[in-house]
């Protein structure tokens, strides 16, 4: 079952993709007293919101002030140069007193000589994906050398994520019955099996973390942020935050835009939109990578999909065949537990290699040794990085703490099959290849055991620094509209375009964006607006 989410860069893959791959970023205003004012209903399907997302009092309320003057106790994490430690915030805001939520933080002091600059908050999106194995892997040692040098390398793994009172949902073995589950029903049996399963997992994470999927709302973790900050003694936030963490940056900026640092949105996310908005835009970037894939792809004489001058349609009608193929057929994969290559877990790996055009090599040989030797082991692997499923049979709680955040955030995108069934075409239209399987996965919110208590929104956040909010043209994952959406409702950002694919851009071997985010960061000079870089 495919859930759109953000890539993780780290040292191993340079500038492949990992795991965090993208999520559609269902958007949130939270539900409690003290929460962020909403004014209006939830907007008609499709359309943008026109109410924008309320500050908060500057004033720190007194029932909270326990929460920002809290001292933590920094110990050594076991990974070489960084420190770790456990903070407190409140399970629900409205309430401080009924109990609390353990959130894990980590840092590694800056490298350089003389007082930092402060802390560089770091979030590589999601929802789900964490932030402080992004740190360690990857933001803490692989930044900048002269950003490392200048600020405090720092990550909180946001409620619910990983070190932070994890979601739980499904065991090993249930999470890979589950990842196999066909998502493009052909008739009522296999229609009533995917609601089934979307029952079971909603079922199942509202067993084990019921208190817990009430209060793990994007705005809740945006107010962690600014404990977060108070703790680490820092008057304003700086920070960078990719794909979902670009929807978490904004809404601390349109909580908190008086307390606004350095903050750079990279792959950026539209907060006015709807769920079925945002999966149908979505699934338009995923075919306009898939086009750029399918015309590399030709020119390689190990394509399986077709040869030189072999036009991007034909390429996705064969690869729908060989989905095909493998719906009513699937193929060994030489794996120790027994699963075989099928439909979902194919597309699951060629939608990974969506993110990151470096990773067009490995799905021409994974779907080589698919489709010419019945070999099913590289888009099986292609997948499980996808799931963050290792060796063992175990899955980090990615899957689940990512429809925890996206089902809070926004209402579903349908609220039956059915309406499903009548968006097909449009969904087919934005992608022939992926289009059917997009749309039946937007139904994942449908059976969620706890309403969802944001909605569209427009974050302004006025009276914040300058904001760089980053767009890729021809991003699968975070459409490059959705960059030119949010830097158009930001009172002060300033848009940065890199002309060109993958999922976002910072770090990506632009120099022209690595040399204006990297000047922005230590210089506090942003970007001219609408500059542009490939």
């Known amino acids: 079952m495919h859930t759109r989410r953000t890539p993780r860069r780290t040292r191993s893959t340079a500038h492949a993709s990992a795991a965090f791959l993208a999520a559609a970023a269902l958007l949130v205003t939270g539900c409690s007293a003290e929460s962020p004012a909403r004014t209006t209903a939830a907007t008609r399907a499709g359309e943008a919101a026109q109410v924008a997302l309320a500050a908060l009092p500057n004033s720190t309320p007194s029932a909270l002030e326990p929460y920002y003057r809290q001292k933590i106790a920094w110990r050594d994490c076991g990974v070489p140069g960084f420190e770790c430690a456990t903070m407190k915030a409140p399970l629900d805001y409205g309430k401080p007193g009924g109990g609390d939520v353990r959130l894990a933080v980590a840092r590694k002091k800056a490298t350089g000589k003389g007082r930092p600059i402060g802390s560089l908050l770091v979030n590589p ?3 789900g994906g964490s932030a402080i194995a992004y740190l360690q892997q990857y933001a803490g040692i692989g930044y900048p050398a002269d950003v490392r040098a200048h600020y405090d390398m ?5 409620r619910g994520v990983a070190r932070s009172e994890p979601v739980e949902c499904l065991d090993g073995r249930q999470m890979d019955t589950y990842t196999q589950t066909d998502v493009t029903p052909d008739d009522k049996k296999e229609t009533d099996g995917l609601v089934a399963g979307y029952k079971k997992f909603a079922e199942s994470c509202g067993a084990h973390s019921a208190a ?6 994007t705005a809740e973790a945006a107010r962690d942020m600014d404990i977060a900050r108070a703790v680490l003694g820092d008057a304003k936030l700086n920070y960078v935050g990719a794909s979902y963490g670009t929807f978490l940056g904004a809404t601390y900026a349109g909580l908190f835009p008086k307390r606004v640092g350095r903050v750079v949105l990279d792959g950026a996310l539209d907060p006015s939109l709807d769920a ?23 020119r390689h004489t190990d394509c399986p999909l077709g040869g030189k001058g072999t036009p991007p349609a034909q390429v996705g009608d064969r690869l729908k065949a060989f989905f095909r193929k493998l719906d009513a057929h699937p193929i060994p994969a030489g794996d120790q537990d027994g ?3 099928g439909e979902a877990l194919a597309t699951t790996g060629v939608i990974a290699a969506m993110y990151d055009e470096t990773s067009w090599p490995q799905l021409r040989g994974a779907l080589s040794a698919a ?10 692997a292609l997948s499980d990085s996808y799931y963050e499923r290792g060796g063992n049979g175990h899955y980090t709680n990615l899957m689940s703490a990512n429809a925890a955040v996206n089902c809070l955030d926004n209402p579903p995108a349908f609220a039956t099959p059915d309406g499903v069934k009548k968006s097909l075409p449009a969904f087919e239209k934005a992608s022939p290849v992926f289009g059917a399987g997009l749309a039946w996965s937007s139904l994942n919110c449908t059976y ?11 974050i302004e956040a006025k009276g914040a620094a300058p904001i760089v ?40 071997g632009s120099a022209c964006i690595d040399t204006a985010i990297n000047t922005y960061l230590l210089h506090v000079t942003p970007p001219t607006q609408g500059k542009r870089c490939s």
């Not at 908005?277 to 970037?285: E, I, R, S």
């Open 125 to 127: 999106g999601g929802p």
């Open 154 to 158: 720092v990550a909180m793994d946001p």
């Open 212 to 217: 817990l999927l009430r209060h793990v709302s």
């Open 276 to 298: 079925r908005k945002l999966n149908l835009d979505q699934t338009a970037g995923f075919e306009t990578a898939f086009q750029s894939f399918a015309k590399d792809c030709v």
């Open 339 to 341: 699963r075989k290559l």
């Open 371 to 380: 489709m010419k030797k019945n070999d099913g082991a590289g888009l099986l």
């Open 448 to 458: 969620w055991p706890v309403a969802a208590t944001g909605e569209p929104h427009r």
């Open 469 to 508: 909010v980053v767009g890729t043209t021809r991003d699968p994952a975070t459409p490059y509209s959705w960059a030119q959406s949010l830097s158009r409702q930001l009172s002060s950002a300033r848009l940065l375009t890199y002309a060109g694919d993958g999922h976002t851009a910072y770090g990506r």
